[in-house]
């Protein structure tokens, strides 16, 4: 199954590509909305939309849910509905992991922090990654590859459970 994963950020949106490659994209501020074109365009790359006809195209993409914070919400809220709408567009399953869900599938503890993630992926899969950004897509990855059965590392019972509370798409790859 080919699972893509996003973390989205304005300034830095973490992608796990389909081949387990991680990327950060985005950009500074003085970038303005053009931000939001980079990360779409990313995202269209890494998800095979370019040519759909290839055969190239992902099965699904996994996208960690947003967090109302006044300062952020509205960029968020943007950034969000964009990759709601490519998904739509393009017939794309999609699903949006919850931050606590996410975090307790990889550490054990829903209110678990950026460094407990890190160390969580360096343990359970020996990887490290540039940022936070590539760590949560990392993880919202795997969380979609352990759901479908097709993990790439083990994980405990009590985490995996986690995943049931995520409305996870039914997809036939």
Partial sequence: MKIVAADLSITATGVARS???VITVGGKPALGDQRLIIIEDELIQSLGLWHDEDGD??????????????????????????VKRLCIRHAMPYVFVPPATLKAFAT??????????????????????????QCDAFWLRAAAQHY??????????????????????????
């Fill in 148 to 173: 479908y059965g097709e993990p790439e590392f083990d994980m405990p019972k009590i985490q995996k459970d986690r995943l049931a509370k995520v409305a996870w798409p039914d997809i036939q790859p």
């Fill in 57 to 82: 195209r992902a099965d699904l993409l996994v996208v960690e849910g947003s967090v109302a914070r006044s300062q952020t919400a509205y960029i968020s809220g943007q950034l969000h509905g964009i």
């Fill in 108 to 133: 054990g503890k829903g209110n678990g922090d950026k460094t407990a993630m890190a160390i969580a992926a360096l343990k359970r899969a020996d990887r490290e990654f540039r940022d936070d950004n």
């Fill in 19 to 21: 081949d387990g490659t």
